[in-house]
């Protein structure tokens, strides 16, 4: 269901369980060595997601290692987002001449835990995520709300991997569109600065809700050299079934 929230150019693949064989390469075993099953097995399966996903883009398997500050190291002129949760793992890749960056993220469709919104939302969300939950409740607009902060963080890291801090949950706000699966996340500080000098200053997604996950995936589409290298919007996401 992932492939559903990205464009054509991005190859995914996800699980629902960790019945997958993976055969892990020496580095990837040597990360996990010391881990408990649940994130030995999390890891693995994500793998295994990871090397079909580049399978799928014409890539061999190769070791898919967490690197600086945990984000996973791809092949040179690939760009990519791992996410697990309880019954789910996805890996979704892209050439980076194609997308510049992207951010995946998958959380259960169940409230958060208590005082996590106070601790992830800024003040207009606080206001809007009530609301929408009163509206339509079968979505967790919380839960939703954190997943699209996750997916922030996870596109944006890349294009910023030496800022210390790191960009924190109230340094971006996030819309929703309720009926048309997509949403915006402003930046509230200082974006990060693409290959052409301009800054990024807000980044568009998608979200769905299904088989009791709430999903969201950001993508910034690559323009090319010569013209403005600005975020994709939800028109430039390229539907289509993979
Ligand atoms: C790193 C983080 C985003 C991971 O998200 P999560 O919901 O906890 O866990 P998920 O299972 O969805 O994702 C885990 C994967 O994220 C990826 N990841 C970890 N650190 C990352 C980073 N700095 N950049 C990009 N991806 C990263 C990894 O691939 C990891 O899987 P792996 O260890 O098996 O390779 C989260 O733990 C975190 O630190 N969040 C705080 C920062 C933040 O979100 N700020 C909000 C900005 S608005």
């Known amino acids: ?36 099953e649940k994130r030995r097995r999390e890891f693995t399966t994500a793998r295994w997601c ?16 967490p690197g600086a500050k945990g984000a996973p190291v791809w092949p040179a002129d690939v760009v990519g987002s791992i996410t697990h949760c309880t ?10 001449s194609d997308i510049t960056t992207l951010g995946i993220d998958a959380e259960p469709n169940k409230p958060l835990p208590a005082g996590i919104l106070e601790a992830i939302a800024v003040e207009e969300e606080l206001r809007w995520v009530p609301d ?21 963080y996870k596109a944006w890291f890349p294009l ?3 800022r210390e801090p790191r960009l924190d949950f109230s340094e971006a706000s996030i819309t929703f569109d309720p009926v048309g699966g997509g949403f915006l996340a402003r930046l509230l500080a200082e974006g990060p600065r693409l290959s052409d000098g301009s800054e990024l200053r807000e980044f568009s997604g998608r979200w769905l809700v299904r088989r009791g996950l709430v999903i969201t995936a950001i993508a910034v589409i690559a323009t090319s050299p010569d013209a403005r290298n600005t975020p994709g919007t939800a028109d430039d996401l390229r539907l289509t079934q993979h």
């Open 50 to 65: 990871a090397r079909n996903a580049l399978g799928r883009l014409g890539y061999p398997q190769v070791p898919v290692v």
């Open 160 to 162: 910023d991997p030496l």
């Open 87 to 96: 019954g789910y793992r996805a890996a979704a890749v892209a050439r980076s």
């Open 1 to 36: 269901m992932i492939e559903d929230l990205l464009p054509g150019a991005i190859m995914s693949s996800e699980a629902f369980d960790d019945s997958q064989p993976c055969a892990l390469f020496p580095a990837e075993q040597a990360v996990i060595s010391g881990a408990v």
């Open 132 to 152: 929408f939950l009163r509206r339509d409740p079968s979505a967790r607009w919380d839960r939703l709300l954190f997943s699209a902060k996750e997916s922030v």
